[in-house]
């Protein structure tokens, strides 16, 4: 019995035989295993279609984030043990004083971590396919993460064509002069959702299941409850 009433906590009444419904819910939350994911890239790359896709239809809602400095925000989805770092602002007319500051500010978010719970344990730098080249930005982003020997995965966002292919290779090329060892080929090509090119023509969803698998081969070694959170927290069914 008294494992049973460790279990079911102070949700249970073991005098009255009423059980508490939200109490057990709160608790089973708390106790759940949690994932810390980093996502950056400037506005417009499609970090919440992406999210959405992954996780769940509307995981993401505008305004749902919580400031955590002036360029991070958290995202906190406790149902699904899963917490969003997102970045905020970095294409700015000011971008290096932007990134000087989202540097600092990542770095303190870090250092004043209460435990490895509260810091990312894996990042997603996301790039739209549809870019003219490669940002300096872009290349920063991954620095950051390299810095701080988070696992990073460089996705490609909306590519549906010759023309996005072309681009993603080229990026690669470019990205590995610098974070060849760092990256290892984690790179990922997806459309998130259907792009309608004409009424007879539509670019289906494509790329997510493999961004699930390179995500879980990311995640290092120690970090198992980390992995399965993520696992877990994956839309049951993802489209092909």
Not at 38 to 62: C, P, R, Y
Not at 117 to 145: N, Q
Not at 206 to 219: D, H, N, P
Request: charged fraction near 30%; hydrophobic fraction near 35%; proline fraction near 2%.
């Amino acid at each position: 019995m008294s494992d049973y009433m460790d279990f079911l906590g102070d949700s249970y009444n073991e005098e009255s035989g009423e059980f508490d419904h939200d109490k057990a819910k709160s608790k089973a939350i708390n106790e759940k295993e949690q994932c810390n994911i980093i996502i950056s890239g400037a506005s417009g790359v499609g970090k919440s279609t992406l999210i959405n896709a992954i996780f769940g239809e509307e995981v993401v809602k505008a305004g749902a984030g919580k400031p955590v400095t002036q360029h991070l925000e958290k995202v906190a989805i406790p149902e699904k043990g899963i917490c969003l770092w997102d970045t905020k602002g970095i294409e700015a007319e000011n971008y290096q004083d932007t990134m000087a500051s989202l540097e600092n500010e990542f770095r303190q978010a870090v250092d004043n971590a209460n435990d490895d719970g509260d810091i990312p344990h894996i990042g997603w730098v996301c790039i739209k396919a549809s870019s003219d080249r490669v940002e300096d930005r872009d290349l920063t982003l991954i620095g950051l993460l390299a810095k701080r020997n988070i696992p990073a995965i460089v996705v490609f966002t909306r590519v549906i064509g010759k023309s996005e292919k072309e681009f993603v290779e080229e990026a690669k090329l470019i990205i590995d002069k610098e974070y060849k060892d760092f990256l290892r080929g984690a790179y990922v090509s997806v459309n998130s959702v259907p792009y309608e090119i004409d009424e007879d023509i539509v670019v289906k969803v494509k790329g997510l299941e493999s961004l699930a698998e390179v995500t879980e081969a990311r995640f290092p070694e120690g970090k198992k409850s980390a992995k399965n959170a993520f696992l877990k927290a994956q839309r049951s069914k993802i489209e092909k």
